[in-house]
């Protein structure tokens, strides 16, 4: 018989959910699983008044200014293709980082393609960390955005959002920043980050469901659609409402998502953001140090300060072609890890690690030493 799975792949998708979010998801949508806004009746109107309740919940979460600017989407890929194509227009310039997730590099790239914007892309150190004052120096008189990622999804490093959040608002440019790894695990601070929006899933440290994200967004900033269709507002029209949130969502939420995002935030906030952020670092601690010790194990950047690092590690076996590795830790161990390039290509070419990518261990608030201590057997033997 197999040893229990140990699941490392938690940047990808928390698992296993909370028992009290899927057992919440449940109970609610087959009480009230009815199109919410879509009608006058109770049911209709109980359903309209839980989406508006979890809107408060993100607000609060991310200190957003307003509410009706939290727009819900599929997932951060989703949502950070709301922002860029709502926010840019032809002649504009965005500046971002070669830190970044596809899900920032290839709209960015389509726009370009169009013949609509021109881009650049900040380099980072080899620690994994972008100096805010080469943002500073990259922004143009037609830098329309800043777009950053909070946390970076191969080396787990932190960015200094404060502080370039400062130097774009002082010169006039919005900043956009990609959460999908640090919402749930850093405390975020919208308002007094200067940050105009955030783009989040709610499958990952969030504890929510596939399938639910969004986009939290300043009023300040100047958004157009880029989907049309009804919201269940002004039906007469055929002109897509303008009001928030309407403007940027179009057809019938995913209520069963906005259950399971509502209650994984419930369930988070009970838990604690910085106790679960303490447990998952102390976890990296002892992965860190572990794999250090391995005779050819070669782990891309550097663990130092915690609160500057989310919980993943991603590194590589002399030798052993990453992809040989993660079948080898599935089959013979019964570890999951995510092999590959992560959908950041532009990372793994510094760290000379394209096009076959590398192992990432990603940890979440239920893995334990023992499952760290496993793996680190695993890694020892293969490495042998």
Not at 54 to 81: G, W, Y
Not at 199 to 207: D, P, Q, R
Not at 249 to 265: K, R
Not at 304 to 317: E, F, K, Q, Y
């Amino acid at each position: 018989m197999r040893e229990p799975i140990i699941y490392l792949d938690n940047a990808a998708t928390t698992f296993p959910k909370p028992r009290a979010v899927l057992e919440q998801m449940l109970e609610i949508y087959s009480r009230m699983g009815v199109s919410p806004g879509r009608g006058s009746y109770d049911l209709a109107v109980e359903a309209e008044g839980l989406v508006q309740e979890t809107r408060r919940k993100v607000a609060a979460l991310f200190r957003a200014p307003d509410a009706d600017h939290v727009i819900f989407a599929q997932n951060a890929t989703d949502a950070l293709n709301l922002a860029l194509q709502g926010i840019v227009r032809p002649g504009d310039h965005v500046l971002s980082t070669r830190l970044e997730h596809n899900s920032v590099l290839r709209p960015l790239y389509h726009l370009r393609q169009r013949g609509w914007i021109e881009y650049d892309l900040v380099p980072f150190d080899g620690e994994g960390f972008v100096d805010p004052d080469a943002i500073a120096l990259g922004i143009k008189s037609n830098t329309r955005l800043v777009v950053v990622c909070h946390a970076s999804n191969v080396l787990g490093t932190v960015q200094t959002i404060p502080e370039i959040g400062r130097i774009c608002a002082e010169r006039g440019v919005p900043l956009i920043i990609d959460a999908a790894q640090s919402a749930g695990v850093i405390p975020i601070d919208m308002e007094g980050w200067e940050v105009a929006g955030v783009a989040f899933t709610g499958h990952k440290s969030l504890l929510g469901p596939t399938g639910i994200g969004g986009l939290a967004l300043d009023p300040k900033l100047e958004i157009a659609s880029t989907r049309f269709g009804g919201t269940g507002v002004d039906s007469k029209s055929l002109v897509h409402t303008q009001t928030f949130p309407h403007r940027l969502e179009a057809g019938t939420v995913n209520l069963l998502g906005i259950i399971g995002l509502s209650a994984g935030i419930d369930f988070l906030l009970a838990e604690g953001i910085e106790a679960v952020h303490t447990h998952e670092m102390r976890l990296l601690d002892r992965l860190y140090e572990g794999l250090s010790q391995i005779d050819r194990v070669q782990v891309f950047g550097q663990l130092g300060d915690p609160s500057r690092h989310v919980g993943l590690l991603t590194l590589n076996i002399k030798e052993i072609s990453p992809e040989d590795a993660g079948m080898i830790l599935d089959a013979d161990f019964n570890i999951a890890a995510r092999t590959g390039l992560h959908c950041a290509p532009l990372v793994h070419e510094r760290f000379g690690t394209y096009p076959h990518g590398a192992v990432r261990f990603s940890l979440g608030p239920f893995n334990t030493l023992g499952e760290i201590d496993r793996t680190l057997e695993a890694m020892a033997m293969i490495a042998r």
